[in-house]
């Protein structure tokens, strides 16, 4: 069984993580990537795979290697779908771009498990998908929202907003009379492009202890010579 190992956060040091109390629909629609993977885990959990998967891929279109990887998942183990292994390699090789460690682990127990036609299947139709969900195209797509959803949400006040008191009414913090500070609620490692690709490298770099597995991983042999070679990113 597919373990969901996408709505925890692995060991890694507080500061790394993501304030559960930020999560507001607010906070969740500037951050698509964190909303639709979210979404994604709800409707796998229910089963409703179809949901699940419209979901992750929409966290995927804006960069989210989580929500990539668990729909190779899906592919290789026919959970929801019609099994189809080259294609989760395909989608666990753009998971793995940013050389996640688990992700990375993962895709080389894929590509030891497939055959030579399978192989070669998965390198050419990996690269309409890379052009479409890699880093390289997703990630501007995700900052482009994040710059403006920050200048929508603090107006005249950009650069200015440690006094603000935020008082949220969705998310985890709703209805308990707690309140977030400006501060809290727009640290540069939320909003600014480059602070967040950082958070997300320290929070999934490292690997995922404490999880359940993803899949078997074996010791992979280098790919056949005659293979074209594939290119980590």
């Known amino acids: 069984m597919v373990a969901l190992v996408l709505a925890s956060a692995p060991a ?42 419209a979901a992750f891929r929409r966290a995927a279109f804006h960069g989210d290697k989580p929500a ?16 189809d292994r080259p294609l989760a390699y395909a989608w666990m090789d753009i998971a793995a771009e940013r050389l996640y ?13 497939l055959d ?63 309140t977030l500070s400006g501060d809290q609620y727009f640290a540069p490692k939320y909003w600014q492009p480059e602070k967040y690709w950082e958070l997300q490298d320290a929070i999934w770099k490292a690997p995922l202890k404490g999880r359940v597995r993803v899949g078997d991983v074996e010791n992979v042999p280098p790919p056949p010579a005659q293979l074209p070679e594939r290119k980590d990113r």
């Open 12 to 53: 890694v040091a507080q500061e790394e993580k993501i304030d559960p109390a930020v999560l507001t629909e607010g906070f969740l629609a500037a951050h698509p990537d964190l909303r639709w993977r979210a979404e994604g885990v709800r409707s796998y959990e229910r089963k409703d795979y179809d949901e699940a998967l």
């Open 68 to 83: 990539q990887a668990m729909i190779a998942e899906m592919y290789w183990n026919g959970v929801g779908v019609a099994m």
């Open 101 to 113: 460690h688990d992700f990375l682990v993962r895709r080389e127990g894929m590509w030891s498990a």
């Open 116 to 178: 030579e036609a399978q192989q070669r299947d998965a390198l050419a139709r990996g690269q309409p998908l890379m052009a479409e969900y890699g880093d390289d195209v997703a990630k501007p797509r995700l900052e482009k929202i994040l710059r403006r959803e920050k200048r929508r949400a603090t107006g005249s006040r950009v650069g200015y907003v440690g006094n603000l008191t935020i008082v949220p009414f969705t998310g985890p913090l709703a209805g308990t009379g707690m």
